[in-house]
């Protein structure tokens, strides 16, 4: 193998025949990563392949735990074209398909290892480097250009890459990188587990055993050995499972984790997991065969002596010098299978036996060879403020949730506890308004839900405040149902039904339709709630929902839906929407048929409904200027529309803006003829009671009920009218603010 450099870049070279082979790799992988910004190597390589585009060549790229690769291979003028492609791309990222490539992320739904192996990283490392593998990427749509670049700049450099070729090195080759700083990598966290033990993974089908060992060829044959041993017995003598599997994954420059694992057929899975342990503890004490050591020994040299391992060997020496960890040259396996002994191999296996996890998809009664099972819970609980349940939320009776100065735990039973301290937490994932999953280093999760606990909502906000900011993301699924709100209502009628809730917004309008943006803390769907509380049953409004390539709409009478379209991709029924705003219908039809971009679309239907002019800027995200109004609650919002301060605008016609005019003024006449009522309330109050005896009670009840309403609100309506000037609190409140919708 030759060892050179191309502008800086080590480069490893072996012989081989044509096509040209190469392989640019990146010290960096899904472990370099963080719980809450999975994801964006991942991300870089899918935002430098699409800049490369199409080749005719074979090309390729893949993110694993601890390296990225660019893969090309054919002719050497199209390989150096693919090389220079991907460096030239990764010296200015193109983030213009950011949201594009977010989406097919979250569609792939990879991860860096098989699932059961994930789960098994989980279990040994946590929430951090390894056992990130365990866990899906929470907020991909959280992860913006600047975080994109600023992980570009700080892992894809020159000081972080090397280059392998199979086959000699082409004319013309560049490899124009930017310049950086070796990495720094942090330490590798290991959760405190007792070994051996066994674990449940919600993995159906599949059994596994994996194991944190040191590096060497005994380890590599023993694995080996122990695969053939499982599939002989699972396989050919009994028919439970088609493929065994082991693997070695390089973990830092003293580990690795060997991984065994089996599929079965269902019903079995206590089997395989008992033919599984069982062979290796007996690797471990008796050590392979002579047989099984010289047919090992026969497999590897077959494999050192392939013309192809030259190749696998430069790729090996390549992901070493970026990753740190050790590669064995083709003349050391030689010398190690030439010393290799039947000790060296019953060692490996009892060094694999005593870190062994076995991985099982229910629990196992009883354990092979008594195996302890890992803890389900934690060991303690933190000291704090103590919340209860509230009744009927599904919950165990003496539930609790504790929320301290130290951490959070949530307890069930005495010995079903979760705890996370404030200083080992990776995450808050709000899953859904007002619930959120609080997760730990070790791999320990805590539910909090605003609604399970009483007084929740303070709960919520100091788990908030304890958790720095940078860790607390939005789940993407969470942001699924969220849209921008525009409701069929005059601007006074959203303002007092803004006003009597609880949580601010913001508000843009004409004079049909009232665009509402919540203030950040509340959901599309409980705003929506709010509103329909007060406009009413046959209160009509849309939810308008943009991605990067479609726009589509929910429309919803009091709160219920009753339509929807999806612009080229969910033909809906025009005629809902045509009913509920009063539009012709061959109008609406001709909206559903528009094709373009959303821009183009959103344009149409501000056109063909007479929505605010605001709506294609807010729906891109563009701050607009609009209205602020403050949700001073149900008592604070009675007694601003006592004050006045949600009259409809003079000149407003209809019955209910004259009620209302009327209600607030109480003209002379207005409030004799409210007197006349109250004495005709008192005088059948009277006569009520005079001859209750003829009466059913529960009828009594009611009528007795509607005569004192009527009678209390006749008295209301004879007092004179208590007009109050808006503070300079509340103008400035009504004062036009920048507004960005948070959907």
Known sequence: MLQTSIDGIPVFVADAPPPLTAGLVFGVGRADETFVRGGLTHLVEHLAMGAVGRTTIDSNASVDL???????????????DFLRRVCAALSDLPTDRLAVEVDVLRAEGGRAAPPVVGGLLGELYGMTGPGLASVREPALRSLTTDDVRHWTSSWFTRQNAALWLAGPVPEGITL???????????????????????TELPIEGQVALAAEIPPGTH?????????RRVED???????????????????????RLAVVVSDVRPGNEALAATVL???????????????????????????LDDPRCGAEEARAVAEAHVTGIPARSTA?????????????????????????????????????GDL????????????????TRKRLRGVPKDARLVVGTQGASVVLSETERSTVRWAEAVGLVETEPGEFLLLGRDGFTLPVSAADWRDGDQAVALVQAAVPGELQVTDDDADEGEGLLVVRAPAYKVREAVGLSKHDATIVYNGEWTVVVPDGTVSTAVRLGELTAVLGRRSVALVLRRTHADLAYVLLRGGTEIARHQWGVTPGDPRPLAEATGRPDHHITYLHGVIGTPDEVAAHAVQALALPPEVPALLAGAPVAGEHVVGRGALGGFRASVRGEFDPPPGTTGGIAQWERLNRDRPPWYRIANGASAVVCAVLLVLL?????????????????????GLLGSLWGTLPPRRRGVDPQQAAQRAPADVTPSG
């Open 66 to 80: 601890s390296r990225t690769e660019f893969v090309a291979s054919g002719a050497p003028d199209q390989v150096v």
């Open 176 to 198: 124009p990188l930017p310049e950086g700083v070796p990495p720094a990598r942090t330490a590798r966290h290991r959760t405190a587990l007792r070994t051996p033990a066994w």
């Open 219 to 227: 380890f590599a044959v023993g694995l080996e050995v122990l695969r």
């Open 233 to 255: 017995e699972l396989r050919h003598r009994r028919g439970v499972a088609y493929a065994v599997e082991a693997d070695r994954l390089p973990l830092d420059a003293a580990h």
């Open 277 to 303: 342990w069982r062979e290796l503890q007996r690797l471990a004490h008796e050590g392979p065969t002579p047989g099984e050591l010289d047919h090992e020994r026969a497999v590897l040299t077959g494999q």
């Open 332 to 368: 050391d396996l030689r010398r190690d299978v030439a010393a290799l002994t039947a000790d060296q191999v019953r060692d490996a296996a009892a060094t694999m036996r005593d870190a062994a996890v076995l991985g099982v998809p229910e629990p196992l009664e009883p354990a092979p």
């Open 372 to 387: 302890p099972r890992l803890p389900k819970w934690s060991a303690d609980v933190v000291e704090g403020r103590v919340f």
């Open 689 to 709: 009671f005079a001859g209750s005896h003829g009466l059913q009670g529960r009828l009594f009840g009611t009528l007795t009920g509607l005569v004192i309403i």
